[in-house]
C-alpha cells in the first residue's frame, strides 16, 4: 500500500510538473498565433489512453508515463515530422515565426515551471512559514556514525563553520558539505577549536550512502515512556528526566543508551542509583530492576525539548520576495548538483537517480504539505534540466535561435535534424543510466 502511495503522488505530480510546463510553449505558440497541433500528457507511441479534438488542435493522455509534449506545426522536434517540413512553410507554422517570437515560445515551458514553484512557496510561506535548526541551537553537539566518524568528527564536536563559512541551518550541513565540495570543517571539541580536514574520497562515500543520519544533533537520553508495571516510575521518575549516570557512571547522551541498556540488564533482581536532571535540578533516585533486567522505561529523545527551533511567519506580502528567494536559491543548488556530476572527487553520476529513486522522496502516507515542497523542488529540477543546452531540450532550441539571432542566419533543416537526433540519443543514454541506477541500488546493492 504504502508503494502505491508514492506512485500515486509521483504520478499526480508528473502530471502537474508536465501539464504546467507543456501549458507554457501551447500559450506562447497561441499568442504568436502559431497552430498546435497534439496537446499531449504523457508520450502516445501507437495509441493513446484518451483524446479528443478542439479547434486545430488534438488533446490527450498518453500511455507512457516519461513525460508529455506539444507538437507544434512547422518545428523540428522529436516527431522528426519530415513529411511537413518539404513542403512550404505557412504563416501559421513555428518556423516562419520571427526568432524572438519562436525563441519565447521555446522559453515558456521554463518559465512556467518556475513560475509554478515560485507559487508554491509563496503559498506555503504564507500558510505556514519556515521552521529551521540553527546550527548555533545545537548545544550538545553532533552525533555521527562510523561515516561520520571516518570523516574525522567525534561525538560531541560542536559544528562551527565548513570551510569557514557559517551553515545557519544544521540540516542543511551535509548538503553544504556536498555541494560545496568542503574540504574542511571547523569544530569546537572538549573546549578547543579543531579544524577537521575532510579526507580524500569522502565525499563520494557520502553522496553514495545518502544517509543525512551521519551528522545528528546529539541529543540527552531522556525518559521517553512507562511500561504498564514500571519500578522506575514507582521510584518517582517522570517523562522527559534527563539520565545523566548510572550507578555512578555517566551516561547522559543518547548514543549512549546501549551502555544503559547493558547496565541494567548486569543488575537483574538488584537496584540501581539513576542521577537525573529535572528541569536543571539533579536528582538521585533508587531503581528497582526485575528478575528479567527492565525498569520499565524506554529512553528517547525530545529534539522540541532540547533544542530552540526558529520560526519565520509571513504573510501574504512578505511571502511574495520569500518565495522569489526560495526558488531562486533551489535553482542555484540544483545548478551546483549538476556540476557534481563532472567532479571526479565526488563521483555523484553514481547516484544519478530515475523514477525510482524520485518515487521514493514521496511520503508513505499522503501528505499534502510534503506533497507541494516536493513538486516545487520538481518543477525547478525540470526547468534546470530543460534549459540545458542539449538538442532535443528546450535549452538546445534556445541555443541554436540565440545563433540564428546573434548570426541573422539560421541553422539549416537538415543540421536541426541532426542534432535533434543525438539529442535523443543523449537523453536516453542518460535515461538508462538513471534507470539503470535504481535497479542496481534496489535489486544489487
Known amino acids: 500500500m504504502e508503494i502505491l502511495i508514492k506512485i500515486a503522488q509521483l504520478l499526480l505530480s508528473l502530471s502537474i510538473l508536465v501539464i504546467i510546463h507543456e501549458f507554457g510553449h501551447f500559450a506562447a505558440a497561441k499568442?504568436?498565433?502559431?497552430?498546435?497541433e497534439k496537446f499531449y500528457l504523457f508520450f502516445d507511441p501507437w495509441f493513446s489512453l484518451f483524446k479528443f479534438k478542439k479547434g486545430d488542435t488534438e488533446y490527450g493522455i498518453g500511455w507512457l508515463p516519461l513525460g508529455g509534449y506539444v507538437k507544434i506545426a512547422g518545428m523540428i522536434d522529436e516527431s522528426m515530422d519530415k513529411e511537413q517540413l518539404a513542403k512550404e512553410p505557412q504563416p501559421w507554422e513555428f518556423r516562419s515565426k520571427p526568432a524572438w517570437q519562436r525563441l519565447i515560445i521555446m522559453l515558456g515551458g521554463v518559465i512556467m515551471n518556475v513560475v509554478l514553484a515560485i507559487a508554491i512557496y509563496i503559498v506555503m510561506m504564507a500558510a505556514f512559514g519556515e521552521q529551521y535548526l540553527p546550527t548555533s541551537s545545537v548545544k550538545y553537539g553532533v552525533q555521527v556514525d562510523s561515516l561520520g566518524r571516518e570523516m574525522g568528527l567525534l561525538n560531541g564536536d560542536k559544528i562551527l563553520t565548513v570551510d569557514g563559512n557559517e551553515v545557519k541551518n544544521f540540516l542543511k550541513i551535509p548538503a553544504y558539505i556536498i555541494m560545496e565540495q568542503a574540504k574542511t570543517v571547523q569544530v569546537e571539541r572538549d573546549g578547543m577549536l579543531v579544524d577537521v580536514q575532510i579526507p580524500s574520497g569522502f565525499l563520494s562515500k557520502l553522496v553514495e550512502s545518502e544517509d543525512p543520519g551521519f551528522l545528528m544533533p546529539r541529543m540527552p537520553a531522556r525518559i521517553n515512556t512507562f511500561a504498564e508495571t514500571s519500578t522506575a516510575k514507582e521510584a518517582g521518575l517522570l517523562e522527559n528526566d534527563w539520565v545523566l549516570a548510572i550507578n555512578g557512571k555517566e551516561i547522559t547522551y543518547y548514543d549512549q543508551f546501549s551502555f544503559f541498556s547493558d547496565s541494567v540488564k548486569a543488575h537483574a533482581n538488584d537496584q540501581i542509583d539513576l542521577l537525573i536532571d529535572r528541569n536543571g535540578e539533579k536528582m538521585n533516585f533508587d531503581v528497582k530492576v526485575s528478575e528479567a533486567g527492565l525498569v520499565g522505561v524506554t529512553v528517547?529523545?525530545?529534539?522540541?525539548?532540547?533544542?530552540?527551533?526558529?520560526?519565520?511567519?509571513?504573510?501574504?506580502?512578505?511571502?511574495?520576495?520569500?518565495?522569489?528567494i526560495k526558488a531562486k536559491d533551489g535553482i542555484s543548488n540544483y545548478l551546483k548538483q549538476l556540476k557534481l556530476l563532472f567532479a571526479p572527487e565526488v563521483q555523484a553520476y553514481k547516484s544519478v537517480g530515475g523514477f525510482m529513486r524520485i518515487g521514493s522522496i514521496f511520503p508513505a502516507t499522503w501528505d499534502w504539505v510534503r506533497f507541494w515542497e516536493l513538486t516545487a523542488f520538481l518543477s525547478i529540477m525540470l526547468a534546470v534540466l530543460n534549459i540545458l543546452p542539449i538538442p532535443a531540450l528546450d535549452g538546445g532550441h534556445v541555443l541554436f535561435l540565440l545563433y540564428e539571432i546573434i548570426a541573422r542566419k539560421a541553422p539549416s533543416d537538415k543540421f536541426l535534424e541532426y542534432a535533434q537526433v543525438f539529442g535523443m540519443i543523449v537523453l536516453f543514454s542518460l535515461l538508462i543510466l538513471a534507470n539503470g541506477n535504481d535497479i542496481y541500488h534496489f535489486f544489487i546493492k
Open 31 to 36: 499568442i504568436f498565433k502559431t497552430k498546435v
Open 300 to 324: 528517547g529523545v525530545n529534539p522540541e525539548f532540547d533544542f530552540v527551533w526558529e520560526s519565520q511567519k509571513y504573510n501574504l506580502i512578505s511571502a511574495i520576495p520569500a518565495g522569489f
